[in-house]
């Protein structure tokens, strides 16, 4: 695509966000992406933005498909995720598999499909993998994210962990109410004597080859969260007043906000080129807009204060889903090693 094409890509996207999604980011928070909005988002092509034609995707580029995680991410975070998680997560382990025949049921949103990945994560180790036995796939994950679907992609256990989709005998138990991504259902899912399709035979080694290639993706989800954060701050803030004055008149508001936007639009036009730049790059990318995600849901919170921390403002959100996107899509320690070892050129950090 050229960047004409990008810019009206863009345009579509936030004006179809703000008419469908913005006046229900509330109701996600609460009640959970309902079928409604899944399938609201499959007709317009996001739910397969990376798929091609032939299993029912829209094929387009990782610039395209960057736009419409960050417009999404813009108003609700968890529905950007969700894109994220069936495209870049369920596609890539299952486009070369046996099961690709599921994919288009996934993309028209007729069918869900968790996805337990947490031994990857950094300080999410230790959790007992289900076992096979006689054909069949036994045992539960603690944490499935999108769970609640007829379909469930996991490792197994074995010697070298083995990537299973459970295709039967799943049932998701305990919900999380979880600190951030309150709109896509996290929960506990139990699995007794499921049918299942063994995908690869070493799952966590290609579960976390997939979440490592996230680099440009997890950019736009956290440049989104940041440009939803302070936009709202700065609305706030020319309206909002204090001794007679609007918040805006006050230095240190005006000037902490500034900065912050200063840092986000930097990071966006290195974003809007990361398709072009190499492994250091894109890594460093990541790195600062998750950092810059985190100060500026802060400083918006601040800036609204108490009215900052009532979910109805939709606030509170940027802040809560910038913590999970920082831990449940991200192995921080991994990436630090790896930042390091560009930066000095030989393993670094390791003491």
Known sequence: MENEEYDILRSSIREFIGKEIEGKALDIEKRGITDEITKSMAAQGFLGSRFPENLGGSNLDRGAYSIILQETARVSPSLAVKILLINSVAGELLKDSEAKNIIPSLLSGEEEIGIAFSEVLNGLHGEKLPVIKDGKIQGFRETVMNSGGKYLLTAAEGEKSPLVLVKSGLNATEVRHQLGFRGLKISQVNIDSGEYTELC??????FT???????????????????????????YAKVRTTFQKPLKDYGPVASSLSDIISELEILQIYLDKSTELDAKHVMMIKNRSLDLMKRATKLSLQVHGGYGYIQDFGVEKFYRDSMALSNLLVNGRRDSLKLAGFVFESPSGTI
């Open 201 to 206: 035979p070493e799952g966590s080694k290609k």
């Open 209 to 235: 080859e997939v979440i490592d290639g996230l680099g440009i993706e997890v950019s736009a989800i956290a440049l989104g969260i940041c440009y939803g954060a302070v936009t709202k701050a700065v609305d």
